[in-house]
């Protein structure tokens, strides 16, 4: 497996896992699922040789969205599970 193909199998990974807490109505952790699905589909476009005059854009917002959903992630952690 292509590692271009690999950044996009886990964005999908996570897009279905986010609809399902969307489903199970439990949308902040659905929110937390689909900012990483985006953050890899975006951190995939980044490599996309055709989309290079963008690649400086798409890897701010790539970093913008990682640590997004780490706070997310941390809050979720302190305030839902302990």
């Not at 290079?52 to 979720?76: A, D, E, M, R, S």
Request: net charge positive.
């Amino acid at each position: 497996m292509s590692p271009q193909l690999r950044q996009y199998a886990f964005a999908a990974i996570f897009l279905f896992i986010g609809i399902y807490q969307l489903i199970k109505r439990d949308s902040l952790e659905a929110v937390l699922y689909i900012m990483a699905a985006v953050a890899f589909i975006t951190n995939s476009m980044a490599t996309e040789p055709r989309l290079i005059t963008w690649k400086k854009p798409l890897v701010v917002v790539t970093w913008v969205l990682i640590v997004t959903v780490g706070v997310l992630f941390l809050y979720l952690l302190q305030f839902k599970y302990l």
